[in-house]
T-cell receptor, first 117, second 111 residues
Framework: SAVISQKPSRDICQRGTSLTIQCQVD?????MFWYRQQPGQSLTLIAT?????????ESGFVIDKFPISRPNLTFSTLTVSNMSPEDSSIYLC??????????????FGPGTRLTVL | GENVEQHPSTLSVQEGDSAVIKCTYS??????FPWYKQELGKRPQLIID?????GEKKDQRIAVTLNKTAKHFSLHITETQPEDSAVYFC??????????FGGGTRLMVKP
């Protein structure tokens, strides 16, 4: 499996402010993903972050609202900009790691629980 | 794009009984189907997966079956225990390395 850490683990923010979430992986990975999980809901992909290129955003998510950085193969950040209460969610980063059996498997970080007042 | 439907949304079983969760997918190009277990306040954890060249896979009390023709796959948990209580998510993975998740099933195992 992959060791993935996220900071902060949780935060309470005021509307109109921005929060940057960090994701660190224990070894180099090509693709990193950012997901949102709203309360009681499933996981929704926000964007795919590849090192050295612009992030690819899913329908309904835009770069101005969720800018992403991927400066190297072990680190990424997601910023939630100009927050509103509707942004209250858990944000999870995820990576694909090839197992010893040669299969690509996706693992998740512990998540960042964001509450916007 | 891919669409994954998961049923039921909630499932309550008595300890020791079996639990079955079913998912359907829409993209015939999807070739990898993982199942994740998410306990309250925790991250999703991979519990079992199956690839499109296999029809069934088993790991102790957990098994997954795949019917590519019908585009559906199922999770089977036998001899359920209270610690199996969690939310379970199925997912379908296509060649673009994208995972699409089902809506989740809240499993409650009553002692």
């Amino acid at each position: 499996s992959a060791v993935i850490s996220q900071k902060p683990s949780r935060d309470i923010c005021q509307r109109g402010t921005s929060l940057t979430i960090q994701c660190q992986v224990d070894s180099q990975v090509t693709m990193m993903f950012w997901y949102r999980q709203q309360p009681g809901q499933s996981l929704t992909l926000i964007a795919t972050a590849n090192q050295g290129s612009e992030a690819t955003y899913e329908s309904g998510f835009v770069i101005d609202k969720f800018p992403i950085s991927r400066p190297n193969l072990t680190f990424s950040t997601l910023t939630v900009s100009n927050m509103s209460p509707e942004d209250s969610s858990i944000y999870l980063c995820s990576v694909v790691r090839r197992t010893s059996g040669g299969a690509d498997t996706q693992y998740f970080g512990p998540g960042t629980r964001l509450t916007v007042l | 794009g891919e669409n994954v439907e998961q049923h039921p949304s909630t499932l309550s079983v008595q300890e020791g009984d079996s639990a079955v969760i079913k998912c359907t997918y829409s993209d015939s190009a999807s070739n990898y189907f993982p199942w994740y277990k998410q306990e309250l306040g925790k991250r999703p954890q991979l519990i079992i997966d199956i690839r499109s060249n296999v029809g069934e896979k088993k790991d102790q009390r957990i098994a997954v079956t795949l019917n590519k023709t019908a585009k559906h796959f199922s999770l089977h948990i036998t001899e359920t225990q209270p610690e199996d209580s969690a939310v379970y998510f199925c997912a379908a993975h296509n060649a673009g390395n994208m995972l699409t998740f089902g809506g989740g099933t809240r499993l409650m195992v009553k002692p």
